[in-house]
């Protein structure tokens, strides 16, 4: 899916050109603006939110999102054009969006933004190519990341510890058995899904969630195409 640099970053729609102003809630950060632009499926992205670089469009949509759906809010995440089809990015945009809807599932939506700082600083430590030069997959050790960060564990923790070590294994390990070479979205796919099951089997926490159809594969070189179960039938 090539996004059209003059294209809905929604759904890659018509944009509208209205002669008259209405109000619109921004698609990323929700908050209503006046405006006369548009998609022809009402989307609207406001101008601030369009100009954002990775982190903040991520961090901001997910402070402000009430989704309790993770694939979905990775999706709308994934179209803005900061982030690119492979970067370090989907490092944070893994366990912010599974913050995100965790703590909206639970009815604790006030405890997102401290929870999404620490995330974020960790998230970083983790270099670009880690999936390759290190054998750890920056969207399976994001789950990590988020289980550690809600859970707030630390290496002198026992049941906390054991719960962040297991989702990075269970993660890495889904990843790795879809061979590669890397796609940082089909990672990420598969790395909130094993975390929707992991959250319902150990927290009791049930996420929503759907059937994945990429729409990337059109911008990733490498895409195995019929090989990735992702890929449209």
Known sequence: MQIPKDGCLICQSELVYQSTTEVLKCSFCEQDFDSN???INSHY??????????????????????????IELAFSLMNHPSVKMHGPEHHFLVPAVLITTYYNKIGKPQLKAEKLEIAKKRANKILGGFCGFYGNCGAGVGCGIFISTILEATPLSEN????????????????????????CKRNTFTALETAIEFLKEHLGVSLDSGKVICGYFERNRECKHEDCEYFPE
């Open 37 to 39: 632009v548009k998609c």
């Open 45 to 70: 992205i406001c101008d601030s939110c369009h100009s954002l670089d990775a982190q903040q469009i991520i961090e901001k949509t997910c402070n402000n999102s009430k989704t309790t759906n993770p």
């Open 160 to 183: 906390e510890w054991k719960l962040a070590n297991l989702i990075s294994a269970e993660s890495l390990r889904n990843i790795a058995l879809k061979g590669g070479p890397r796609c």
